[in-house]
Nanobody, 125 residues
């Protein structure tokens, strides 16, 4: 299984970014795919998740309304549209996948066995 993130970057507060994560080596449909983030000195936290091929989505409460997770089944890719970014959103953003079409406890990183290398998101004031 390989997950490749891209699309991070540096923006000013209030700006937007749309990182993506392409999955390979795994049957795309019927998995739980998630975005996590980790800032220096902090624990990895769940941002959002989606059932690949299915479409059910899940969000951390603090992300609702600003972040949107979506997918392109034909490209085996998920996206994270991030709007109204805050400086506190600065972190390394990781994509993760686990087999099975259920996203129970999706925000628990220890339940995911496959991770991408991460893409850095930096938000300045």
């Amino acid at each position: 299984v390989q997950l490749v993130e891209s699309g991070g970057g540096s923006v000013q507060a209030g700006g937007s970014l749309r990182p993506s994560c392409e999955a390979s080596g795994i049957s795309y449909s019927g998995n739980c795919m998630a975005w996590f983030r980790q800032a220096p000195g902090q624990e990895r936290e769940g941002v959002a998740a989606i059932v690949s091929g299915g479409g059910s989505t899940f969000y951390a409460d603090t992300m609702k309304g600003r972040f949107t997770i979506s997918q392109d089944n034909a490209k085996n890719t998920i996206y994270l549209q991030m709007n109204s970014l805050h400086t506190e959103d600065t972190a390394m953003y990781y994509c993760a996948v686990r087999r099975g079409g259920y996203c129970e406890f999706w925000d628990s990183p220890h339940l995911f066995g496959n991770w991408g290398q991460g893409t850095q998101v930096s938000v300045s004031s």
